[in-house]
């Protein structure tokens, strides 16, 4: 078992929370997706400093991390909004003119898709199927579903629900 | 462990011990009432349902007692959530927290009619469920009910009747294949694995379901996860496996959850661990999470994310089989076919062969939707027919539409048009007319669907997914999308149809792995069937559809 003499960025407690994971895998390099999953559970992104952080514990090159990290499209390396929209675009969404969902969810959000609002409070992204093909097209605000949705109703449903956002956040 | 158990108790007694009280324990309720806890259900509100419930059943007396339980998929996606009662097989679906009351003044009587969706049905008549064959009947979370409803008897029959050997020679007798798409012999690759050299060896499974319209093996895994785990734990007998990985996407958290669940509760049953069941066989079992790259459905990248490397592919030969996981020899299957395995060692090699065509055995998950009435998740036997799925189970085309299309097997795949929609469904006939059985998405397509559109969403797929470690697959796809960008905004010539064939050739025969050689499938299929909308596009200046936004050539010029 390998050990680590690293110390992380900064004194928070949570970093526990990811030394517990490479521990478990005896800092050995095949953990550095679990490490950087769990970095990213915990503190909701990668950041530069949590990169070093992972490849000295490791015993990693800094290229390898940044290199699995951007690979995946899972990883983030910029804050996300407290508040997710998710447009589907997988098969059977986009025979059901998921793109012009798109379209129009960007207009309604002022934002593209892949960033986040200015105010720092939504993100907006597509996903290859979300497995809920029979809504198609589907649209997640927050994890939940809206019914119904044609290219012609998509902004109303969306600034409805940015109003809700603001109201209870 | 062992210090706990009475000597005198062998381990599968003790099982069935287990199983038995389950048993008992389920017989002093008349009513099972099952709630789906997919994902798809869960999606449409199930939880709540469920809570309503158990506090109703909890407010109520009903005579002869009922038992809430979280269950699995009965496959009818459309109607979730979807509620069954049982002994009664009584499914309702789209139930609302507030029609529960209904159900439980109605349990044992005649079902509420409202609600009620009879399952003498053709979507359900007309399948056969092997790998889904308790999906819906037994708790998701506890690997009792699992055992009640006979689960594991295959393993421990494996362990304790059959030498490795027999396992695999069960298995190749079978004639079961690949659900992962390419359907490659699995007692073949069984026996590979197993005549490899070497003390160390891996077992894989891959649960990196990454087609878009494809959620098979979400849904074992979410509501079946013990049926996976006995699958995996066979084969790592049969082969010669210490450890084993369950490769699970990223975007299955649920997934994630109740296979992290089901390994605890079988290493709690000694169902993993060492001396599995009281023999000599080890085996551990780890989930390893994915992080949203689809080439890691290739085997080879698959590894080498395990490995906590970029997940990019790389040639074959050595094939995993003799060169591995940290170069040991490694078995990798896909969920489904796992999920066959118990039901194959339990009712024996002659009755999966009698399943099926001469040369596909078994039967096939896939998951229907698109442009068709019933959405949902079916099991069907190979050799039915696109039409019996489509109209007989899939209860048509809705809206009054007319078919065109079915698409199967992703962005790997192809479509089939109308005249071919007598074709049997199996891996040679699907072949033969350029789709492939692909891992299980069906995406049905209407007139009102162009195909030129479709191609180019599918290679606007591949080119986003390419890893780039190959040119003629990172270069190429963006290649093809650009000239089919070009024919759906009406700025092509027939000199650039041309072109794509060529390169469609070129990125089929010179690419790495499966992703770039596959990757053209989409376009020559919609070339071979729907040329005549290409033409379309291209001398007419026209999408019969209507869904292109097409500028005429000149316009085109005039704005670049």
Redesign the interface.
Known sequence: MRISTASPPNDDKRWRIVNATMRRHGY???????T??TIQETFGYLDESAMRYAAASLHLPLS?VY??AT?????MLKPKGVHSCVVC????C???NSNHIVKQVERALDVVTGETTADGKISLSV????????L?PVLLLD???ATDLTPENTVDKVEEWVAYVNETT | MSTRRPEHRLPEDELELVSQQEQEAKQQYRHHVYVCVG??CL?AGSADVQARLEAEVAGRSIAGGCAVHGGGCRGL??AGPTVTIEPDNVLYGQIKPDDVADILDNLGGQPVERLHRPTDKPFFMRQQRIVLELAGKVNSERIEDYLANGGYTSLIKALHEMTPAQVINEISRSGLRGRGGAGFPTGLKWRTVAKAEGDVKYVVCNGDE??????MD?SVMDDYPFRLLEGITIAAYAVGAQQGFIYIR??YPLSVKRVQNAIRQARKMNLIGDQVVGTSFNFDLKV???????VCGEETALLA????????PRPRPPYPATSGLWGHPTLINNVETFANVPAIIRNGAAWFAGIGTEQSKGTKVF?L???IAH??LIEVPMGITLREIIYDIGGGIPNGKRFKAA?TG?PSGGCIPESHLDISVDYEALAEIGSIMGSG?M?I?DED?CMVD?AK??MK?CMEES?GKCIPCRVGTAQIYHLLEKITQGAATMADLELLEELCDVVKHTSLCGLGQAAPNPVVSTLRFFRDEYIAHIVDGHCPTGICPLQTPQNAIEES
């Open positions: 050995q390099a095949h953990a550095l997706i679990e950087l999953h390898r290199g699995v690979f995946y499209n899972h990883f675009v997988g098969t059977a986009y025979i059901k996903a290859h199927c979300v497995g809920m093909c029979w198609a994890d939940e579903a | 994902a798809a999606s996606c459309v990454g087609d878009p319209g494809a959620f979400r990223a975007e390893r999470v994915g992080a949203g790259a689809f994310s395990i490995e906590g490397q970029r997940g990019q998951a939707t698109g442009k959405s949902g698409q992703g998405g995406i397509m669907t479709v969403y599918f797929f890893c």
